[in-house]
């Protein structure tokens, strides 16, 4: 039985109206994969979080045989709110060749197709590990435990193909992202008596300069990685909280921040050296004022990069199925980097733009689903 172009949109629309934003359960998605593929005869493996609220799902269609191949996505997707949509963010439309909708990009139009397909692989000779993760979008939280479970109950597979959107150019390295908190604690005064106080907003402010300091640093003196668009190593600082009243000297400020890191720079030596820039330079003088003020710096989430690799299986299957003979690299980070950690060869290559994920009105073009629908029955027939 092969699977129409149809069959292909109707998942995808089934998928879409899922709204598996990362502050919610994606388990009404995974329980809809599950029936699905119990349908197809393909028995699932539910890892679920901590609390419960959310499950990976991992499933082997084909023979439980070592060399298979995994197609990797992540379930989730990002917030629609105060973006200016024109139609429903959850249900599929199609204008002018494009599908809009939360996650036809980024990345449901990729499971869409591989669901889909599931038909098709009856002959596979080597099997296809189908792996959905959850809160990808927040920190890859959910994926390492679904490479632990992979890891220790499927035969190992040869390469891992994560379907992230790359307008099917294969992909063979990405950034790593670290994500941080930093609290400032500072001494309350009234804010005409600044001699006596200690702010904690000041003191943020003066500890964010210094971070854009080095971000700047490094966009001027590197390191450099070719093949990457910025080709270093960024520091962002993207949320700010501090202070009670304007008349309040402030006691607390927080802010998060993130590192989008090379292989060649990773957060490690930037987190342990603003952490001794905060003990050696700004908590002497504050506890000079306030004796309980001071800075503490958490590391939220951590995905490494994907790292180039040479004589990578996966990447040498991925050029081929997609008929290329060149590599690129993206600067936003993904799971393959959690899976060449694991050891698992892995590659990057899926349908639609990154330029359209996040976006309001988030679209895929029909060519490009085609395109990806092209791709994974060439890997069904190098598996069958």
């Known amino acids: ?31 809809f994969v599950k029936g699905w593929l119990a349908r197809h005869g393909v028995e699932s493996l539910l ?4 609390d419960g609220t959310k499950a990976n799902l991992l499933a082997t269609v084909g023979p439980a045989v070592p060399g298979g191949v995994v197609l990797s996505g992540h379930t989730d997707v990002v917030p629609v709110e105060g973006q200016p949509w024109t139609s429903d963010p959850f249900r599929v ?46 920190g890859c939280r959910g994926a390492p435990r679904l490479i632990e479970a992979m890891l220790g109950q499927l035969p190992r597979p040869a390469a891992v193909i994560v379907g992230e959107p790359t307008e099917m150019r294969v992909i ?18 009234h804010s005409s008596q600044t001699h006596r106080g200690v702010s904690a907003v000041t003191t943020a402010a003066r500890l964010i300069t210094h971070l854009d300091d080095l971000a700047r640093q490094r966009a001027q003196d590197g390191p450099f990685s070719d093949g990457f668009e910025p ?7 993207g949320t700010v909280h501090g202070g ?33 820039y905060c003990r050696t330079v700004v908590e002497p003088p504050m506890r000079r004022i306030g004796p309980g003020s001071g800075v503490t710096t958490e590391l939220l989430v951590e995905a490494p990069a994907l790292a180039h690799e040479d004589h990578n299986p996966a990447i040498e299957l991925a050029c081929r199925l997609a008929a290329v003979d060149t590599t690129g690299r993206v600067p936003f980070a993904a799971e393959a980097g959690l899976f060449q950690r694991a050891g698992l060869p892995s590659v990057i290559c899926g349908p ?6 996040h976006q309001p009105d988030e679209f895929i073009t029909l060519e490009q689903v085609r395109a990806g629908l092209g791709f994974q029955r060439r890997l069904i027939d190098a598996l069958s």
């Open 1 to 31: 039985m092969s699977a129409r172009m149809s069959d292909v949109l109707a998942m995808l629309e089934r998928l879409v109206a899922f709204d598996t934003i990362s502050r919610n359960s994606n388990l009404d998605l995974i329980d």
């Open 244 to 276: 009670t009243a304007v008349n309040i000297i402030s006691r607390e400020c927080s802010f998060q921040w993130d590192v989008r890191s090379i292989s060649e720079d990773g957060p490690e030596a930037i987190l342990e050296g603003f952490r001794e």
């Open 231 to 237: 080709p270093y190593t960024t520091i962002h600082v």
């Open 47 to 50: 890892v679920q979080s901590d």
């Open 93 to 138: 439309v199609e204008r002018s060749g494009r599908l809009y909708g939360r996650g036809t990009c980024d990345m449901k139009a990729f499971l869409a197709i591989a669901l889909a397909l599931v038909p098709e692989m009856r002959g596979l000779k080597r099997p296809i590990h189908l792996a959905l993760s959850y809160d990808e979008e927040i």
């Open 352 to 357: 639609g733009s990154i330029d359209q994920a």
């Open 172 to 189: 063979s390295a990405h950034k790593g992202i670290a994500v941080l908190r930093t609290v400032v604690t500072g001494h309350e005064a």
